[in-house]
């Protein structure tokens, strides 16, 4: 009888893994629309090829050795060599320990669920880096950050190892990050801050004087579409984290995830949209957008335990802080096309900080700690590998190339090519 429990549990545990990875991969849909929205029209096809690219690149890349890099042992290629023999020592695991209705479920299921995590990444970053930046010099980099990068941090962090042999942020300083407002979010946005300091503004974003020159996106609908396809997404970003299902408790908890998850993107756009209008005397659908996302990072972090109106309290303080920091950013000159560093990186990390208020086994000193580990590491390893690809193959196109457009010269074809005046 324990055998069949722990078969039928084992079996929904799994398929509730590759169910909720599922939904994470379509996030990706969701980023490529977002940021093929929020671009002009002559960058469109270049966007939605990168998009394409980083997924396909990350999934190699993370099997060929960034999962082991970030967990060791080789246990994804051990599961495919390994077959049955793996679902036998799970359940020998299992009764020896007494089971209780623990984790169990596939290793390749794991690997598929934590892929498409290592994906979500490095598709901040093409936002980012938008509209100047050389497809194949990014497609590069994304070797390197899916390969290495991320891997590493999150062996520090849910791979439990320790940091280059100093110290370790889960044993002696009790960092928690639920589902990544650090781990991926915060990560992704230092990878996408270190490239656009190399790269430097837009051409005609920042005139003289403190001028800034706004540059509207060429299809608001499909904004849109992309954030609403990124908050469908985010309930497996965050349900999935649960890591199970098939238990009374861990059912439960999967909701209240859930429920919080939708609140805080819900309390994101609202904060947002209000203090957009506040300040600019408009209702700004750029910023309501954008604070949904925010609202969702903010939340990822620790999604379990607020109740659902204090995650709709901390998903309107990330909606809020998204507005200003995208306005600060602008008075900077970092330029962001679609605002990808305030929305993952600033509101990431105050998902970090806002984790301890809900939940008493985390501290503000090891949120402050790993939030400094992640962030030093990302930027300061992202920051060389852009230096090296600028001082080799260029990182930038022409300011000629820029003009025309990036879909002409790096993929040789147009979104729409009926409302250009480039020959059919």
């Known amino acids: 009888m324990e055998n069949q429990i722990f078969h039928l549990q084992y079996a929904i545990d799994t398929f509730y893994f590759l169910v909720c990875g599922a939904l994470v991969m379509w996030m990706a849909a969701g980023f490529a629309m977002l940021e093929a929205g929020l671009v002009r029209s002559k960058n469109t096809t270049e966007i939605l090829t990168k998009n394409i690219v980083l997924f396909a690149v990350a999934c190699i890349m993370y099997m060929v050795v960034g999962y082991d890099i970030m967990y060791g042992g080789g246990m994804f290629l051990s599961e495919i060599a390994g077959g049955e023999t793996l679902v036998d020592d799970a359940l020998a695991a299992s009764a020896e320990a007494g089971f209780e209705g623990g984790s169990v479920y596939s290793g390749a299921s ?78 992704g946005a230092a990878a996408a801050l270190a490239g656009v300091m190399l790269l430097g503004a837009r051409k005609g974003k920042y005139g003289k004087n403190g001028q800034i020159n706004a540059i509207p996106g060429a299809n608001l609908p499909l904004a849109t579409l992309g954030t609403f396809i990124l908050w469908m997404g985010w309930f497996g970003f965050n349900g999935g984290s649960v890591l199970k299902l098939g238990d009374i408790a861990s059912s439960n908890s999967v909701a209240m995830v859930f429920l919080n998850t939708n609140t805080a993107a819900a309390g994101g756009a609202v904060a947002a949209l209000l203090l957009a209008r506040i300040l600019f005397g408009k209702a700004d659908l750029t910023m309501a957008l954008n604070g949904a996302l925010a609202g969702l990072v903010a939340i990822t972090a620790e999604p379990s335990t607020p109740s659902a109106l204090a995650a709709t309290l901390i998903g309107a303080v990330g909606g809020a802080i998204v507005v200003f920091s995208i306005v600060a950013l602008d008075k900077l000159r970092i330029d962001d ?38 962030f030093a590491w990302v930027f300061g390893a992202s920051l060389a590998i852009w230096f090296v690809l600028k001082k080799t193959m260029g990182i930038r196109v022409s300011e000629e190339e820029e003009y025309d457009g990036v879909d002409l010269s790096e993929c040789g074809m147009e979104a729409y090519p009926e409302f250009t005046n480039a020959p059919s």
């Open 337 to 374: 096309p679609v605002g990808a560093i305030s929305v993952h990186g600033v509101v990431g990390l105050w998902g970090l900080l806002a984790v301890p208020l809900t939940n008493d086994g985390a501290s503000f000193i090891g949120q402050i700690v790993g939030a400094l580990t992640i």
């Open 110 to 187: 794991d690997f598929f669920f934590q892929v498409v995590f290592v994906a979500t990444a490095m598709s901040i970053v093409s936002g980012a880096v938008a509209e100047r930046m050389k497809l194949w010099a990014f497609v590069v980099f994304a070797v390197f950050m899916t390969a290495v990068i991320y891997p590493l941090e999150g062996n520090w962090t849910w791979g439990g190892g320790s940091v280059f042999g100093l110290y370790s942020l889960g044993d002696d300083f009790g960092f928690s990050d639920f589902a990544g407002s650090g781990i991926v979010h915060m990560a």
